[in-house]
């Protein structure tokens, strides 16, 4: 079975550039999530999806950063404009419905940086 | 206060000796999961093993092992017979509540295996 499905894996733009990163969950998963790293810190969720809805997006920071899973399956995170401190490593990951373990499943995330 | 605190910024370990990545956890919930994932240099978050609040066994997941201690509060990872591809981060992440809520993540703990 194909684990979560990232790219790129590796971006660098100049700040004020657009940037946009794609996600392909574990196939039958209907959660996803964006998660934010940042360096010698643990991931912290920008938002989650039960299929193509956002149940929760509380921490995206809406200004500069959008979201869309259409059709509940691939999702796409987008900056515009991005800015110095946005350099981080982007992580999706994927939940099947309710599981006893309830495991989320990580890709290999994007690391952005951005000059 | 931190939800999930993990107190070693690195630990230092000889090949096949055991060590224990420690990790407490504030939480008001009844029900809640305690989760441990490994990061190597390649950035993929990898699961490990999972504990559930009611469960009344540790987890042991192969070499992997969750001292699950309810009252203190502490689910410390133990790995036996370390090897050196076991050196990365290990993050601590907590689910509070049922159903699809997000993980809250520790701030990791660096672990590095000698020959």
């Known amino acids: 079975e194909a684990g979560v499905v990232q790219s790129p894996r590796y971006k660098i733009i100049e700040k004020k550039q657009p940037v946009a990163f794609w996600c392909n969950p574990i196939?039958?998963?209907?959660?996803l999530y964006w998660y934010r790293q940042n360096l010698g810190q643990g991931p912290e969720l920008l938002i989650r999806y039960e299929n193509e809805e956002a149940v929760d997006d509380s921490q995206l920071p809406k200004d500069r950063f959008s979201a869309e899973r259409l059709k509940g399956v691939d999702s796409t995170l987008k900056i515009q404009p991005a800015e110095l401190g946005d350099s981080a490593v982007y992580l999706c990951a994927s939940r099947p419905g309710l599981a006893t373990a309830d495991t989320q499943y990580f890709g290999p995330g994007t690391r952005l940086t951005v000059l | 206060a931190q939800k999930i605190t993990q107190t070693q910024p690195g630990m230092f370990v000889q090949e096949k000796e055991a060590v224990t990545l420690d990790c407490t956890y504030d939480t008001s919930d009844q029900s809640y999961g305690l989760f441990w994932y490994k990061q190597p240099s390649s950035g993929e978050m990898i699961f490990l093993i999972y504990q559930g609040s009611y469960d009344e066994q540790n987890a042991t997941e192969g070499r992997y092992s969750l001292n699950f201690q309810k009252a203190r509060k502490s689910a410390n990872l133990v790995i036996s017979a370390s090897q050196l591809g076991d050196s990365a981060m290990y993050f601590c992440?907590?689910?509070?509540?049922?159903?699809?809520?997000?993980?809250?993540f520790g701030k990791g703990t660096m672990l590095l295996v000698s020959p």
């Open positions: 992440a907590m689910r509070e509540g049922r159903g699809y809520s997000t993980l809250t």
């Open positions: 196939s039958g998963h209907n959660t």
